[in-house]
């Protein structure tokens, strides 16, 4: 075997260094970047390209520090697995493990310390400012308000985890699991009222009960969410197998519901609290397999939405007529896309102003209240600056004073027309 040994003169060593000095600091920003968005697959990839997941930015920090600000726990589990030091310093001496804790994460927080993470104690950060008090309770008619009434109901020992806003009751056998669901809802309560502006009636209870108990329906009925276990068998479900998210869109979408019945907005079928548990989700659980799915679902509303225009507005007869939102989730998903990333909190904001004349609608019988509440509904849209929705809904054969639900479409006789 022959070795060639190639001094290299100085200049070029010089002009290898301005080559990929650069490139490495940028490959450590991008690192930060998605740390603080909690975008694992790109943290996967840059770790694979070489990037120093110590690298610290301008302040001290590191992706670790980002990544336990924003309760991104499946990113945390991603960077601990790959030896991260956990008790890395900021400039003022902060670890991300106080990071977790002044965000309220608390299964970020077991995480950290469980892979041997530290508090900086006595520093203390800049605490974060919380919103005002809701006065929440729970339900009075809840069936199992508390952790001794879920056990005897499930009849095995359980667990319960509570926030403010939040509690979530589980089989003890799943706890862990649990702990680790859990913080991805309170992120996305709070998300939800960041847009809606007013919290929900009651306190959110969420129950898991056993596979195969007939309450694990998977809905929810004024704060009260109900599912099996499924959620929580996580190794079942490719999102966390890939990415080491939770699959929490189906709880978030029942939160949203609750969000929207306070505000007693009235749009479709149920098509604003979806769109919201959308954003929501996204914005707390992303993953390219959720996204995916979000994508195949509005691609399904624009073919019904086009087959609809193309028979002279008329919901296509061969799709079933508990499908007919479709047509209003893609009308709102192309108002979201005209008007911006403000869309919803402006449109709350309007909803709002409105809460009296709201309440007073609700207050009236069946039809009438439905029909009075979306007339409102559909004014704070149109008064959105730019959007003309009134006078889209025109263009697209929709009523301006009678809600879907009203024209009954789920029952025989319908004429498949949305006025």
């Not at 008790?87 to 950290?112: C, K, M, P, S």
């Amino acid at each position: 075997m022959i070795t060639i040994r190639c001094k290299i003169p100085g200049y070029v060593s010089f002009l290898l260094f301005c080559i990929c000095v650069p490139a490495l600091a940028d490959i450590s920003l991008s690192l930060h970047q998605a740390g603080q968005q909690g975008q694992l697959a790109t943290i996967e990839r840059l770790v694979k390209e070489g990037a120093n997941i110590n690298a610290k930015d301008q302040q001290g920090r590191t992706v670790l520090h980002y990544a336990a600000e924003g309760g991104h726990l499946g990113t945390v589990q991603f960077l601990l697995q790959k030896g991260f030091d956990a008790n890395i310093r900021d400039n003022e001496g902060h670890t991300a493990l106080d990071y977790a804790l002044a965000g309220g994460h608390e299964g970020t927080a077991v995480a950290i310390r469980e892979a041997g993470g530290k508090t900086s104690k006595p520093v203390t950060i800049k605490p974060v400012v919380k919103t005002s008090s809701s006065q929440q309770t729970l339900k009075p008619s809840l069936k199992y308000p508390d952790l001794e009434s879920f056990q005897r109901g499930i009849g095995q020992p359980a667990c319960v985890l509570k926030s403010e806003h939040v509690y979530f009751f589980a089989p003890k056998a799943f706890e862990a699991q649990a702990k680790i669901v859990f913080p991805y809802l309170v992120k996305a309560y709070n998300a939800l009222y960041r847009i809606v502006g007013v919290h929900t009636e009651y306190i959110i209870v969420v129950y898991n009960f056993p596979k195969g108990n007939r309450e694990g329906w998977g809905g929810t009925s004024n704060c009260e969410i109900g599912y099996d276990d499924s959620n929580l068998r996580l190794n079942n479900h490719e999102e966390w197998r890939r990415y080491k998210i939770p699959h929490v869109s189906g709880y978030i979408e029942e939160m949203a519901h609750n969000f929207v019945s306070r505000t007693k907005a009235q749009f479709g079928w149920e098509m604003i609290g979806w769109s919201l548990g959308v954003k929501v989700c996204s914005l707390v659980a992303p993953n390219p397999i959720y996204n995916r799915q979000v994508q195949e679902t509005r691609s399904e509303q624009v073919k019904t939405y086009r087959r609809y225009m193309s028979l002279v507005r008329t919901f296509p007869p061969d799709i079933a007529p508990n499908l007919v939102d479709r047509i209003h989730a893609y009308l709102l998903w192309k108002c979201e896309k005209k008007y911006g990333p403000n869309f919803w909190s402006d449109f709350f904001k309007n909803i709002n102003q409105k809460s009296a004349e709201l309440s007073e609608a609700a207050g009236l019988n069946g039809d009438a209240s439905r029909n009075a509440r979306y007339r409102i509904t559909v004014d704070c849209f149109d008064s959105l600056s730019g959007l003309n929705f009134k006078q889209m809904l025109k263009e697209n054969g929709i009523s301006l004073i009678t809600d879907i639900k009203s024209l009954h479409p789920t029952e025989p006789g319908w004429n498949r027309k949305l006025h």
